[in-house]
Structure formats: C-alpha cells, structure tokens
C-alpha cells in the first residue's frame, strides 16, 4: 500500500494510527457449559459484570416480554394455512413466524462491518445478512425460508396451497445451500410430503432459501437435541456456526430472546412495518411452549436455594450477603418473590443447578485471586481400619498422608550402598526397578 509523500515522517508508526482505524480485538475463550456465551450479548452480560459499569443495563429480556409482543399458538393451530408436523424428539423448541410484504433494501455498512468482523462476508441479502447477525449477537441460529417457494411446493405436492411443515426422521436426498447434494440416512429434516427443505440444525436446503425476489418469508427459530445435531455434523463432514451452537445444548428459552431481536432489528432497518403482521401482535406458532411454561414453574428447573453461609464454607471465604446478591444480581439472577433465600437463575443459563454452581458464579467475579492459599484438611484415622492389611492400599495412604504435611514425592532409580539395593519395603513391587522415596 502507497500512502503518499505526505505521510513520509510517519514511516515505522503503527499504520492504525496513522489512518484512524485502530480498534482493540479480544479474545474469549467459551468453556462447553457456557454456549449462553455463544452470542455477544452473553459476553457483553457477563463483562458488564466483571468490569463494574454502574450503570447496569438490562441487555437480557426479562419473563412476560416476550409474550407481550406475540400470539402464542400451539403446534397444533396453523396460521394463515400454515402450519407444523413434528414427529421428533429431538425438537426442544420451534418457533415458526409468517412475515408478508418484505422491503428489500441494502444492508447497512455497519452490520456489513460486524458480520465481517466474525469472518462472515456479507451475502448481499439482506435477510440472509439478519439471519448471521442475530446467531452472532444473541447465540441462537435463526433461518429463513421463502414462504411463496413453500406455497408452491405444497401446491405441487397437496394440490392446494395449505403449507404443513414436517420435522422427523428422513433418508431421502437434499441438496444444501451450499450445491452438495446429500443421500441422507435417518436425519432429520424439515420437508413437504417427500420434498426436503433443510437439514435441521445445520443447513438449509437450496430449493426453499430466500433470494433478491423474495416478499414473503417463514422464520424458523429452535433449539434441538444436541446429540442429534453432532452425530449428523459429523457423518456428513458438514461443520457450520448454526451446528456448532446446537451442539452446546442451547437454552430453549433463548429462541425468544432471538425472536424479540430479529423484529426489533427489522422493524428499525424498515425490512417489516405493521402490514408484515395482523393484528398489532405477531402470529407464532410456539412448539412446546406449554411444556417450558410449566418447567418455570418447577423448582428444581428454576429456583435455586441460596445461603451465604454455605457458599463461603465451599470457598473458605468470608463474602458478605450483600456482596454476594450484588453480584448474582448483576449477571442476571432475581430474588423469588422477594426472598433472597431462594434464587430465580437467569433464563438463558442451564448449567446451574446446585450451591456449587453459585459458589462458582460468586468467586469468578469476587476474584480468584483473592482465596488464600491452604493445605486441604483431613482427618488422621487408623489407616489400618477394617483390618485392611494390603500394602499396596496402605502405602497409598501414607503418601497421600505425607503429602498433605507438605512432603513431595519424587521418583528415582534404586540405590546401591555395599553392592545391595537399598529397598524402602521389602518384596515391594515397583514400577521399571525404580524405588520411591519421600523427603521434606
């Protein structure tokens, strides 16, 4: 790159600074039972967190929002002659929403901007470009079909224009968004009658995604069983970032918080306005909505019991309450009905379910570096309880016993004095001739 004479006096300067475009690149590392953290809003929950920003905004949705926004049908409704057939367990929750009159516009620079920044190329649709923006800002994948492509297949196949979605098991062929043609064996896919739409969880099928014509469109927006969706990524060698957070067992509450987003953001884009939907609320047919419903009224699903007293006996700290519930609070817990005895867990997080797993949320954020470094405590019983003479079981105990009072333990070749090996029992066995020895 040439920059000009001008720019002479600043050779061997950082070329950002020079061109004003620095900007500060992190890296996270996401832990498997983290997948809430898939998405920038988790990040953007916990950092708000652990950096101490006072002004604590809510960048998670809260319970009841999403209902305001919706009408809730069941997966046995059908909405303007729509609707789905799911013959699969490994459907956790599906969420199926009718758009009409599309506004085809250009995707804005900056969205263009964010998505290359996660190495995606903007596709130069607009709703394909929503679609990747919404999996990367909240962590849920979204995809989109062309409601008239469906209306067509369903007329070829039924004769009439009733759209009736299947989810279940298949072995028949599809050819991927990406040209491969597949010859499935027990998958799961979305079709109409033997037609296949999409490989579930991974990649949408050519014959149904959304083009520069499209007007009218069918989100699709679930969570499966992860198992399923590892197993087919891997028999078919097929890796994609929508198979890659179905695979880390995503919330099934976190559809809605997906849903609320893509609205919000095509609402502000002028991609929908109120002809998009009747009503004044969007029409959603909400697959096991039911049964979530009834699972935030389980306690052991949601509420989680809190005591200060045997969190800081886990970490053998002396956190303070208040210290702890402000903490807690912050990433997203609330008290149950007032009660800081028992805890609501935040709705996008499934790795909580026990004292431990608050202790674990506390520390992070208190500090690690704040735990005083300690031997771990035993109690010094017979070690020949129970009349247990096997040496191999009591010479483990005197090395556990001896490394807890601070000996470390090193392993050499035998010794030799006056041409006899020195032995530390005798008749002991060791591991290739070589004799263990302790020392403080």
């Known amino acids: 790159m040439i920059l000009g004479n001008k720019y002479e006096k600043n050779l061997g300067e950082d070329i950002g600074n020079i061109l004003n475009i620095e900007d500060e690149i ?28 006072k002004e604590k905004q809510d960048i998670l949705i809260k319970k009841g929002e999403y209902e305001k926004y919706v009408n809730i049908l069941s997966e046995k409704e059908n909405i303007d002659n729509i609707g789905i ?22 995707t804005p620079n900056v969205i263009k901007e964010r998505l290359k ?78 037609e296949n739409l999409a490989l579930v969880g991974i990649m949408g099928g050519r014959n149904s995604g959304v083009n520069e014509n499209t007007k009218n469109i069918l989100i699709e927006i679930a969570t499966f069983e992860r198992k399923k969706i590892r197993d087919t990524s891997r028999k078919y060698n097929i890796r994609t970032e929508s198979s890659t957070r179905f695979e880390k067992k995503l919330s099934p509450r976190l559809p809605e918080l997906a849903f609320l987003r893509m609205i919000k953001l095509m609402k502000e884009l002028g991609v929908i306005d109120e002809k998009s939907f009747k009503n004044g609320k969007i029409n959603v047919i909400d697959y096991k909505r039911e049964d979530i419903k009834n699972k935030l009224n389980e306690e052991e699903n949601d509420l989680i019991k809190f ?95 001896l490394k807890i009072e601070g000996y470390n333990q090193i392993i050499t070749y035998r010794i030799y004095i006056k041409r006899r090996p020195f032995k530390v029992r005798k008749n002991r066995k060791t591991n290739r001739g070589r004799e263990c020895i302790c020392f403080k």
């Open 26 to 53: 992190y890296d996270f590392e996401i832990t498997p039972n983290r997948p809430d953290c898939l998405g920038i809003l988790g990040i953007a929950n916990e950092l708000k967190c652990a950096i101490n920003r």
């Open 307 to 401: 005591d200060s007293n045997e969190i800081n006996k886990i970490l053998g700290t002396d956190i303070s309450e208040k210290e702890m519930i402000d903490i807690l609070t912050d990433i997203g817990f609330e008290k149950y009905n007032g009660k800081k005895e028992i805890l609501i867990k935040p709705y996008v997080r499934e790795d909580i379910s026990r004292k431990q797993d608050l202790a674990e949320e506390v520390i992070r954020f208190y500090g690690y570096d704040k735990l005083e470094e300690t031997l771990p405590k035993v109690e010094r019983g017979n070690i020949f309880e129970n009349n247990d003479k096997d040496i191999v079981k009591i010479s483990k105990k005197i090395r556990d016993i």
């Open 85 to 106: 057939n799911i013959k699969s367990d490994d459907v956790k929750r599906y969420l199926m929403i009718p758009l009409y009159n599309i506004k085809r516009i250009e």
């Open 117 to 194: 920044t996660m190495g995606v190329n903007s596709k130069g649709d607009i709703l394909v470009d929503i679609s990747n923006y919404i999996m990367f800002e909240t962590g849920n994948p979204t995809h989109i079909f062309d409601l008239d492509i469906l209306k067509e297949i369903a007329k070829k196949k039924n004769n009439d224009n009733k759209v009736i979605l299947n989810i279940s098991n298949n072995s028949k062929n599809i050819e991927l968004l990406n040209e491969e043609n597949i010859e499935l064996s027990d998958d799961l896919t979305i079709s109409i009658k033997d």
